[in-house]
């Protein structure tokens, strides 16, 4: 490795250890939990909880990418 090049510190690299963990399904399973719930808070009427519940799929969806990229190329 390069020593100019950047390294991730100490508590970035055990926060990925405890995280890689957690299964990629877990994420997956939580976005579209997230969405049902939304869907059937939109259905009771109840919008704003609606559009607010369902803004959670994507950080989700996103912390399962960044789970499955520290999963298959690890850390620095």
């Known amino acids: 490795m390069n020593p100019d090049t950047p390294r991730e510190g100490k508590g970035t690299i055990a926060i990925e250890k405890q995280t890689s963990k957690i299964p990629s399904g877990v994420y997956l ?3 579209l939990t997230a969405m049902g719930i939304s869907l059937a808070l939109k259905c009771m009427k109840r919008n704003h909880a609606a559009l607010f519940v ?8 996103i912390m399962g990418l960044y789970n499955k990229v520290v999963k298959t190329e690890g850390h620095d």
């Open 29 to 31: 399973t939580a976005a």
């Open 54 to 61: 369902g803004q959670w799929a994507a950080p989700f969806l």
